[in-house]
């Protein structure tokens, strides 16, 4: 007798099989980036891998497409995001100017992000310094560490949660 984990398990093989191309397929037309879309058809699948209520073979191609719309979602909300944090920082960022108690608050938080940061994994420390204080990219530090730039990419988001809710506890 199977567990309901293992058919499930069952279910999302064939699913994968069947629905791979169309899911893969479906991503690039709307993201127009085949590198990307391979990485976010996989995360369609591992979301269904790690969904913990019963499927069904006759929903479950539905539930896929739901599932690839919300992750194509969650990609351009990033993506927006990112252009506009990148774009906010080349017009403001060379012009703050610190005075003396500003100087202050700026080196404890330093000293407070460091600190946290030495918590962190070995690997995601190191992915995490990369990009913060060095600016190297995604693709840079993948190279660098011979990575995939997913994972990379997986420990910045990982590094930066982690460091966003140790500093709210602290501030």
């Known amino acids: 007798m199977m567990t309901a984990e293992e058919k499930n398990n069952d279910i999302v093989v064939c699913a994968y099989r069947k629905y791979h191309q169309r899911i893969f397929n479906y991503i690039s037309y709307r993201i127009k980036d085949n590198d990307e879309a391979q990485d976010l058809a996989q995360d369609v699948f591992v979301k269904l891998l790690t969904y913990k209520r019963m499927l069904r073979e006759d929903t479950v191609r539905h539930f896929l497409y739901s599932v690839t719309r919300n992750v ?50 070995r690997q ?48």
Do not use: Q
């Open 72 to 121: 194509i979602t969650d990609y351009v909300r990033r993506s927006c995001r990112r252009k506009k944090a990148d774009e906010w920082l080349a017009l403001e960022g060379g012009k703050v100017v610190c005075g003396t108690e500003e100087g202050i608050y700026v080196r404890e938080l330093l000293g407070l992000e460091r600190k946290i940061l030495s918590t962190f994994p």
């Open 124 to 171: 995601r420390r190191t992915v995490y310094a990369l990009s913060v204080y060095e600016g190297r990219t995604a693709k840079e530090i993948a190279e660098a560490l011979n990575l995939s730039r997913r994972t990379v990419e997986c420990h910045l988001f990982l590094g930066r949660r982690s460091m966003r809710e140790a500093m709210k506890a602290c501030v």
